[in-house]
Nanobody
């Protein structure tokens, strides 16, 4: 059973930093994509950043709104994905979700974690 557990959210002032973690378990695929999404009140869920994992390497991509401020990474030894968020803005306030995409039928979500940017 795939499990994704997010941690690291909270309240931070504008310009501050937070690091989100997503501990993953229950799968052993060699090729998959792990991502961070977010959903602000009254808005649709949007992709923040993604990291693809394959036997030949991987790649990352980011939403334009977070490029240069957020960094996605993964520690294979801990099966954990991270999102380092710097220079946080008020508009980054949202519930952040960890996602792992194994195939069209195997797409999993974490429970979500609140990030609030406020002065």
């Amino acid at each position: 059973q795939v499990q994704l557990v997010e941690s690291g959210g909270g309240l931070v002032q504008p310009g501050g930093s937070l690091r989100l973690s997503c501990a993953a378990s229950g799968f052993t695929n060699n090729n998959y994509v792990m991502s961070w999404y977010r959903q602000a009140p009254g808005k649709e869920r949007e992709l923040v950043a993604a990291i693809s994992i394959s036997s030949t390497g991987g790649s990352t991509n980011y939403a334009d709104s977070v490029k240069g401020r957020f960094t996605i990474s993964r520690d294979n030894t801990k099966n954990t994905m991270y999102l380092q968020m710097n220079s946080l803005k008020l508009e980054d306030t949202a519930v952040y979700y960890c996602n792992v995409y194994l195939s069209r039928r195997l797409n999993y979500w974490g429970q979500g974690i609140q990030v609030t940017v406020s002065s």
